[in-house]
């Protein structure tokens, strides 16, 4: 397989002449867009660089003049004709989860349209804006400025909630859009902590946007279909615009509600915003970062740190993990009301105990370390996270014995296995030196109250190591 240099230099050598030969293949009939890409044949890819045109209808070759059939060959290039196809905006998604901090590749929505599945979208990434470098956050202008949307329109995450005078989850208010490249923003609100990474990715390159380049390798998160890889197949330098096939192994690259996820290739760079598929979803289409860039008066800067306009910035991000929502509150940090049940019973100190000499490492490796992000998020941990929290003030409420046909158990199991292929020889010892009686623990609390019972009632090992 090329690397992305050999590609790159093959895509700039085909720019050349492509530059040169367009006036020509103007001049064919029913020529709608020319670019380069990878040549199709009986509807699989080949490993054949080409030029492509794109035209509003294929005619057969029997049923044109001879100067208006293309020639298979322009400039030694071997040409592609396909037929153009609509380009369908990828709204209406699935994953309604809350994450704190916000991050890139999860539910956003416009407040015109409640908690609907109308418009919803994909939060791509984060960005500055370069006139006052105020964060903002990336999608398209149909998600943003769905149902007649507006400047200052309330954004939410994964939508605006209405629960008596409040709107929990509002996390930014539309200030820019742009139909050209159907992109948008969305300015932070003061009180939104971010972390500018994207689940199931981790953080991007810092600083980091390149050119889309031809039979490069890409992924994306969104908000309907997750994470997913395709293959570039084809670049329109005019439009700034690349099309999208997905990986053999995917039976998609996006569907509805992805709309707005960044594309990222192998370097970790964001190349390209998701905006549009083909009406079967064999098909996706991007416009070019530099050209949202542009359009937005904005640049893209990544971080590994949490942040919000009025949060402490030596704050531990471990804690932002911890937070959750509920129906009446905004933020709820409930570890603390759990210490309190702890510190009432046999064994319960030593539990805080080790989890404050781990913490740190723990939740550090939950924000950075691509293994340990993916097992989490697979794993539905922040979901967990979520709903655990929400048992904390009533002792008898049943802990969901799964999530998305995930159970506890298999969380704390995968996690733990995880951790200890990624962590310091100090937590891996007491992984497996806890783990077993923890596990005894989770399977048999169904809630907090016979959790605190089986916590007193443990049989754990000697800590005097410790």
């Known amino acids: 397989m090329k690397t992305r240099s050999q590609l790159k230099k093959e895509q700039d050598r085909l720019l050349k002449i492509l530059q040169n030969v367009t006036p020509l293949i103007k001049k064919y009939p029913n020529v709608k867009e020319i670019g380069i890409g990878i040549k199709e044949k009986n509807g699989e890819l080949t490993k054949e660089l080409c030029i492509k045109i794109v035209v509003s209808e294929k005619i057969k070759k029997e049923n044109l003049n001879n100067r208006d059939i293309i020639p298979s060959h322009i400039e030694g290039v071997v040409t592609d004709i396909t037929e153009e196809e609509d380009k369908v905006p990828l ?38 804006r370069n006139s006052d470098q105020s964060w903002v956050l990336l999608s398209n202008h149909h998600v943003l400025y769905s149902s007649k949307g ?8 994964p939508w605006v909630r209405e629960s008596l005078c409040q709107k929990p989850n509002i996390i930014a208010s539309n200030c820019k859009g742009d139909l050209a490249t159907d992109s948008a923003i969305a300015v932070i609100n003061d009180q939104t902590e971010i972390s500018n990474s994207i689940a199931e990715v981790g953080n991007i390159k810092n600083g980091a946007t390149a050119q889309p380049v031809i039979a490069e390798q890409v992924i994306k998160r969104g908000a309907r279909t997750k994470l997913t890889k395709g293959v570039v197949t084809f670049y329109n330098p005019t439009k700034k ?35 549009a598929g083909s009406r079967f979803s064999d098909k ?20 590994k740190n949490c942040f919000g306009q009025k949060s402490d910035a030596n704050k531990d991000e471990i804690y932002h993990e911890l937070h959750f929502e509920c129906d009446t509150h905004p933020t709820t940090h409930w570890p603390a009301s759990l210490s309190k049940h702890l510190k009432e019973v ?23 370390n691509r293994a340990v992000i993916r097992t989490w998020q697979i794993k539905e941990g922040p979901a967990f996270i979520r709903a655990i929290g929400e048992c904390v003030n009533n002792v ?6 799964d999530i998305n046909s995930v159970s506890l ?18 937590l891996k010892k007491d992984i497996q030196k806890y783990s077993p009686p923890f596990l005894d623990i989770i399977y048999k609390s169904k809630n907090l109250k016979e959790f605190i019972a089986a916590v007193e009632k443990a049989k754990c090992p000697d800590d005097s190591s410790n």
């Open 91 to 128: 709204c209406n998604s699935v994953d309604k989860k809350i994450y704190r901090p916000v991050i890139g590749g999860v539910m956003i929505n416009n407040i015109k349209n409640g908690n609907s599945t109308r418009g919803f979208g994909t939060l791509g990434c984060f960005a500055k």
């Open 150 to 157: 507006e400047d200052n329109d309330l954004i939410g995450q």
């Open 241 to 275: 615009e690349i099309t999208i096939t997905a990986d053999k192994n995917y039976r998609v690259f996006a569907y509805y509600g992805d709309s707005g996820s960044v594309i990222i290739n192998s370097n970790n760079e964001i190349t390209a915003l998701l905006f």
């Open 284 to 303: 996706i289409y991007a416009k070019e970062i530099s050209a949202v860039e542009k359009a937005l008066d904005i640049t893209i800067t990544t971080t």
């Open 346 to 368: 046999k064994n319960g100190s030593l539990f805080l105990k080790i989890i404050s000499q781990h913490e740190k490492e723990i939740f550090s490796l939950i924000n950075n």
């Open 396 to 401: 008898n409420q049943d802990i969901p014995q």
């Open 409 to 426: 158990y298999n969380l704390i199991i995968s996690m733990a296995a995880v951790l200890e292929e990624n962590c310091s020889s100090s």
